[in-house]
């Protein structure tokens, strides 16, 4: 007999805003759709709601202080960071995302959300002047850019009498976003996901090496966003700077024979591949086994091909793997993408150009189009990587995989 599955678990944190109130009515909602929910109040909101409102309304306790230790033998923070599908914020006032963005645990609130590894949904909530100030948005623009999301704030009548934006979203939409959330943490259970990042070194001397601008920011991106939605993910990336992400296999390589080696062992039994990293095309014919010394006349650096990866995965496809590659161009993106995509035997392949303002290395944003082997053109305006993630996995998802995510800010 089957054990019941058990119900997804939602930390609530509300911050100081008069909507407040409306996550009273949030948390009722979602303990009556069965989620278990787990609230956490900072003491200014608890001047708007008390906080054993929602003791009654969740039978969880409501911790305010980040010294409150309710659960027996846990540290409070960390186990309810530790314990939830999704951390919710509702409302988000503009101090909160302040100290959100600057990496400030001041309070249970703040000190859960910055332990949290699980999505993290904010739904603003303040006056017009503070939601346009450019504090706010450059603190909006950092958290979009963790890989926060967001439910964009509407316009109306405000608590101080004016009109404009700022009003948190009504509490159906919010309620419909953590449904559509947490349903998309199990779209992708079961499926093996491989994703390649960043770029390969290849050795010249004991100095230097011939490299690439890649980041890895685009494969990391989308490591996490499978992650997310239940993919059994391992990720096999080159020298980056960013730390690797929890919750996945990761194996870091150098060289473009070294690639090669790791990744054709995963890929066998992976449903899908998404080659994202920049492999050198070429290495030196020869590492020299001293520094080189500068030449007044001038040098030649004789060169060998690598084995093409993309293509060798391409030839041991096996049926209903989906095989994504990417192609970074400079010209004719379109007519290039679809020869790499034909000629490697791709099922998709994510163009973009990386002389574009906003896209290509380095940068946290992106602009792509993304071609099916069937004719599937589909452009993705400017977005950061992580929605471009998100969004490139809507389009190309395994046959095992269902989801009925729609588009959430970030």
Known sequence: MNSPTPPKRV?????????????ADLASRLVKSGVEVFPILTADAARFVQPATFRALT????PIDIFEEPYPGEIAHIWLARNCDLFAIVPASMNVIARLANGLAEDMLTAAAMACTAPILL????????????ATQANLTKLRDYGYYFIEPTSGRLACRTEGVGRMADVETIFNAIHEMLARQDSWRGVKVLVTAGPTREPLDPVRYLSNRSSGKMGYALAEAARLRGADVTLISG?????????IKFVRVETAAEMRDAVLPYAASADIVFAAAAVADYRPSEIAAQKIKKSPGGSALALSPNDDILALLGTQKRPGQV???FAAETENLLVSAR????SKRLDWIVA?????????????TNIVTVLGKDGEEISLPLRTKREVAEQILEIVRPTQAHSSMSNLGR
């Open 59 to 62: 039978h969880h306790p409501c």
């Open 352 to 364: 973009n150009d990386v002389t574009a303002e906003g896209a290509g290395f380095d940068v946290d």
């Open 123 to 134: 739904a603003p909530g303040m006056n017009t002047g503070m939601w346009n100030n450019p």
């Open 323 to 325: 095989l994504v590659g």
């Open 239 to 247: 020298p980056t700077a960013i730390a690797p992400p929890g919750g």
């Open 11 to 23: 930390v609530l944190g509300v911050s100081a805003s008069i909507a407040a109130y409306k996550a």
């Open 339 to 342: 020869r790499k995509r034909d």
